[in-house]
């Protein structure tokens, strides 16, 4: 044994810690947490060590917030008081959630419809963020107890497809909860990561991760390659999981007894025995043939096959969203070297067989559903603590970020599908003579039209020193970070007046609103290009008559006097044809303006050049 001693301080040094870093899967449903040991990986389990699921739910009661089991029990008793699915909630605003306010217990206040949502107990406001830190705080809190040290560093998982409020917000709930988070990594990715795929740089494979949860469901497309993790497609549905196997079950037992699911509304625990007893039926039927049991006087009854045929239409939905994914990957079942079954409701026998049929091939389902992607998540902590030869995580960024430019034109600087961390660049210039300010407007979405997308935020570049239009050299940078997360910096370059920030979005886009903006951007691309084209013909005028203006300024002496009039009337005809909606009209204006000019021009170089010359005495 070696016994190290500080020779300066004469004491024996204390045993160097290795220090741990965790990984997090913070769920919609459920939250787990675990961390690397050498080559294994321990998940962090409850008292009894059988469970390792910390729901994510949060109860406010007397003596404070309680997060969990306890929580969930809480329910039906003090459903106002009682959080859950507040992951749905990170990074969203009021306006995103109309659909969501209705089917839950508690109060989501809806004062500012543009800010970020809040939630209200007792006359005290929550945001979303403050709400995960708990479920993250008792997860911290779990680890700890079993390490007997403290730990402050973690990686977090998301889904694939949040967007950069989500990730940000997220981000935040882990340093409320007193966690550095050093890399906020995508669920599929993690998941990937757990079944050793992407773990030597030899490996080439693409795989599919199919992920069926309490209420969402992900389906993910990942090119591994030499230890690069690319996000080939992503699709799914944030309101299909679990819960609707629970109630197409309740659904069933309804229709066999004399109750109606009026019934079960208006008696909110009879409604919660419902769907205790059918949430145990469907995992009774993961193994074994039958279920039997009652409420009260109401027997209850599930076999395999009933169950089977009332599921199959959410089945196909999932089976349908794996279809449109391989479509956008561009990839036919051939290509497909795994199927990964990530997620509690993959224990359901009907979806292992579903699955692995549609894909031809036997779906991996070695390890267990629930504990995946907090493994995975554990792996990367420790790939990130140095302990494991350095592996390069990449995503994609789900769309486009660009800024506004003249006419309200959205510039698209990272383009949709462009793989994360990135950055790029573009110069502008100033239209206006001497213009002093610069404001940058960010926006996210596919539209060629800024208004039709979704701001991310806005920023000036102050204190340009005066410079005629066109002159100034503006450089506009975005960069992404690892974790989706964008800088936008801006500077002139002449005079190097510099200014940055980091885009938190006053509020991020659903799910929903993406793909309605995806659909969007397709079904309008061309009414789009034509207004577009309007737009740069519009700003080309625009331009000319600025020019036009200076040139009769500078050669006020010089003209004779029809040719100014010539000039002002081209100019009106030019002005005119702005107002209007005719791409044709103004293109034919600016002609007419550029035929008569351009001989007037010449000469006037001409006098400049003489002029000059005569002026440098030679
Ligand atoms: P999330 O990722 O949304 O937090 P989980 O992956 O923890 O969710 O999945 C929770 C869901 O898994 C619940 O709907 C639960 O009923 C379901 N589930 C758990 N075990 C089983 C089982 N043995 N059979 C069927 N469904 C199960
Ligand atoms: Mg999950």
């Known amino acids: 044994m070696k016994i190290p001693i500080n020779l300066k301080a004469g004491e024996v040094d204390k045993e160097e810690k290795r220090e741990v870093i965790i990984g997090i899967d913070l769920g919609t449903t459920n939250s787990l947490v675990a961390y690397a040991d050498g080559d294994e990986v321990i998940v962090i389990r409850d008292e009894s060590g059988s469970n390792a699921l910390v729901p994510s739910i949060l109860h406010f009661g007397a003596d404070g917030v309680v997060v969990g089991d306890t929580a969930r029990k809480k329910l039906i008793s003090a459903p106002e008081r009682t959080i859950y699915s507040v992951k749905r909630l990170m990074g969203k605003s009021y306006a995103d959630l109309e659909s969501l306010k209705s089917s839950v217990g ?26 995960s830190a708990e479920i993250l705080k008792e997860l911290k809190k779990r680890v700890e107890k079993h390490l007997k040290t403290e730990v402050s560093k973690a990686v977090i998982t998301v889904p694939a497809y949040f967007n950069d409020a989500q990730r940000q917000a997220t981000r935040d709930a882990g340093k409320l909860a007193g966690l550095e988070v050093l890399r906020i990594v995508n669920e599929p990715t993690a998941a990937s990561l757990a079944y050793g795929i992407g773990l030597s740089k030899e490996e080439e494979k693409t795989i599919v991760v199919y992920d069926l949860g309490g209420g969402t469901f ?25 819960d609707d196997f629970d109630k197409v079950i309740i659904d069933y037992w309804l229709s066999q007894i004399e109750l109606s699911s009026e019934d079960l509304n208006n008696d909110k625990s009879l409604g919660q025995e419902f769907r205790t007893k059918a949430e ?58 795994q199927v990964v079954l990530v ?35 554990a792996i990367q902590a420790d790939i990130l603590a140095g302990n494991r030869k350095d592996l390069l995580l990449i995503d994609i960024t ?23 961390p990135t950055r790029a660049g573009r110069q502008y210039t100033t239209s206006v003579d001497g213009q002093k300010n610069l404001k940058i407007a960010v926006f996210q979405g596919e539209r060629d039209l800024v208004q039709h997308n979704r701001k991310l935020g806005e920023f000036i570049l102050k ?7 066109g002159i100034p050299k503006i450089e506009i940078k975005f960069i992404l970070d690892a974790d989706g997360i964008l800088t936008v910096k801006a ?23 993406m793909a309605r903006m995806l659909i969007d951007s397709l079904q309008n691309a061309e009414s789009d290009m034509k207004t577009k084209a309007l737009l740069e013909s519009i700003n080309e005028a625009n331009n000319i008559l600025l020019a036009t203006d200076r040139f009769l300024e500078q050669n006020k002496s010089a003209l004779k ?38 001989p007037l021009a010449h000469e006037a170089l001409d006098r400049n050049i003489g002029k000059a010359l005569k002026d440098s005495k030679v």
């Open 218 to 242: 992900d389906i993910s497309i990942l090119q591994i390659q030499n230890g690069i993790f690319e996000v080939l497609a992503t699709h799914g549905d944030t309101y299909l999981g679990g």
């Open 280 to 337: 145990e039926a469907k995992k009774t039927l993961s193994n074994s043939e039958n279920y039997t049991s009652a409420i009260g006087a109401y027997a209850l009854q599930l076999d395999r096959k009933t169950f089977a045929h009332i599921s199959e239409a959410l089945i196909n939905k999932t089976l349908h969203a794996c279809k449109l994914a391989m479509k956008d990957a561009g990839l036919s079942k051939k290509d497909i070297n």
């Open 343 to 377: 997620g509690g409701s993959t224990r359901m026998p009907l979806v292992k067989s579903a699955v692995s049929e549609y894909f031809d091939q036997k779906a991996d389902d070695s390890l267990d559903p629930d504990e995946v992607v907090a493994i995975g998540a």
């Open 398 to 420: 789900p769309l486009s970020m660009g800024i506004e430019t003249v006419g309200g034109l959205m510039d698209v600087i990272i383009s949709r599908n462009s793989k994360v």
């Open 491 to 513: 500077s002139e370059l002449r005079s190097n007046v510099e200014t940055q920030m980091e885009i938190r979005s006053a509020y991020g886009i659903s799910e929903e609103d």
């Open 106 to 131: 508690y109060n989501v206040i809806d004062q500012d419809t543009e800010a970020l949502v809040k939630i209200e107990i007792d006359g005290k406001y929550y945001t979303p963020i403050e709400l």
């Open 561 to 598: 006097e029809d040719q100014v009039s010539q000039i002002i009337e081209l100019k009106e005809e030019l002005l005119a044809s702005t107002k209007g909606d005719s791409k044709d009209k103004i293109e034919a204006a600016m002609q007419a303006m550029n035929t008569y000019t351009e």
């Open 463 to 469: 204190d340009i020193p005066p410079m005629p239009a």
